[in-house]
């Protein structure tokens, strides 16, 4: 097994790996503070990733290398229980066990319409709900992941947005829902991931970044960053510090609407950040990353699919490098109704016409309230994830 150098430093000999273990032991010093200063990033990414797992080390003493062993069999063998882990001592597994189980998230039901898509509930360890999704599609198998419990932002036509927020997901609990997939569909892979589940990834930003690298990782999971997006209500401080990760991540912008007041009204967030500001960022992300950005466009019928916000999103969308990304709307109780299949295509049309990348793209799941902005995790009682206010 190697040691927890992995880059930067090279990999430590046999005996210079037992000095510094023994150093660790001796100085009780924390793991991630001499990981910074003696190994490398990794070494601090599942420090990060995996802080009850090192502070059991740490208790017991044992050497440094059980991390990387315990955060592979996590993140490469995908493993559910401690007791899977045959390269980790007893001992240690039975600790571990007790005090940091391996499954952080509990798989209460799948649910599987009719297209092939499959919807996962999962209970937290305090006892929340939350969902995800798989979808296939030519032989692909894209996972749709949750961010938090609920979500604050109270956009108008979001199922998920009617529930308010309980709480942030670890970073650990985000990626799981990709391993458990992954587990479930084998032998087939999981091709992307996207974070278009329940949350704003960028009010969850760190947590959601060290999930998306962890899963990036070549000696762990090994998803290829362009085959991860990322999707955001519009917070601009986060596009600009996503811009300027090194990982080379998609990114998409939901818009819904190139007018500020009518965005404001179906998107709360729209108050914080006006569209120029948005924009602004958008163009920063552009210039700095030369990736493709995607603007997601919800249709509503009578509200945002009329030839004139076409004509706006065309003077709006001005760089080679953006596309927009039609969908129509999914039901939810919200008061609003999709645009017609033949009316979305027209709209597509006329995008194309004034020179807009557009595509529309179908909606997955719809039977099992598995398509974007369903998500509601209804516990197994049919109650909502998260108390809706009165
Ligand atoms: N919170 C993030 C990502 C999750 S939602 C965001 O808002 O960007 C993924 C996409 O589905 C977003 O573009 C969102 O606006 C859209 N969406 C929400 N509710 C929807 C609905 N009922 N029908 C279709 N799309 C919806
Ligand atoms: Fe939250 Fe996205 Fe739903 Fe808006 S659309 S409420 S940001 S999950």
């Not at 995908?78 to 001592?89: C, F, G, K």
């Not at 709307?329 to 999709?338: E, K, L, Q, R, V």
């Amino acid at each position: 097994m190697r040691a927890l150098a992995r880059d930067g430093g090279g990999a430590l000999g046999a005996s210079e790996q037992a000095q510094l273990d023994a150093r660790t032991r001796n100085t009780g010093r924390r793991y991630h503070t001499f990981a910074a200063r003696l190994y490398n990033p990794w070494a601090m990414r599942a420090a990060k990733y995996l802080p009850d797992v090192l502070r059991i080390l740490e208790e017991r003493g044992d050497p440094a290398y059980r991390l990387e062993q315990a955060y592979l069999a996590l993140t490469r063998s995908l493993i559910r229980d401690w007791e899977e882990a045959t390269n980790l001592p007893r001992g240690l597994r039975a600790a571990l066990s007790e005090g940091a189980p391996a499954a952080s998230l509990e798989l209460r039901r799948v649910s599987r319409a009719t297209d092939g898509t499959r919807k996962y509930l999962f209970l937290t360890r305090d006892g929340h709900a939350i969902e995800t999704v798989m979808i296939p599609e030519r032989g692909r198998h894209t996972v749709c992941i949750s961010t938090q419990v609920g979500c604050p932002m109270a956009c108008k036509f979001c199922a998920t947005g009617l529930l308010g927020i309980k709480r942030n997901l670890k970073a650990r609990e985000i990626s799981e829902q990709v391993f458990v997939v992954a587990r479930d569909i084998a032998p087939e892979r999981v091709s992307n991931v996207v974070v278009m589940g329940m949350g704003e990834p960028f009010l969850n930003y760190e947590q959601t970044l060290v999930a998306l690298k962890v899963l990036n990782d070549p000696d762990g999971f090994n998803l290829a960053a362009r085959h991860i997006a990322a999707s955001t209500s519009g917070l601009v401080d986060k596009i600009r510090r996503f811009a300027d990760e090194p990982e080379q991540f998609h990114l998409a912008i939901s818009l819904h609407n190139p007018f500020e007041e009518e965005r404001r009204e179906i998107m709360p967030v729209a108050a914080r950040h006006s569209i120029p500001e948005l924009m602004s960022a958008a163009r920063y992300y552009v210039e700095k990353t030369h990736r493709k950005l995607f603007f997601e466009y919800t249709l509503l019928a009578g509200v945002n699919d009329q030839e004139r916000h076409v004509e706006a999103l065309a003077e709006l969308l001005d760089h080679p490098l953006y596309h927009l990304n039609l969908l129509r709307f999914n039901w939810t109780d919200t008061g609003f109704s999709a645009t017609s299949k033949r009316d979305a295509k027209a709209f597509l049309r006329y995008a194309r016409e004034n020179g807009l990348s557009a595509t529309l793209r179908p909606s997955r799941g719809e039977d099992i309230d598995a398509a974007c902005g369903q998500l509601a995790a209804k516990d197994l009682r049919g109650r909502p994830a998260v108390p809706l206010p009165s």
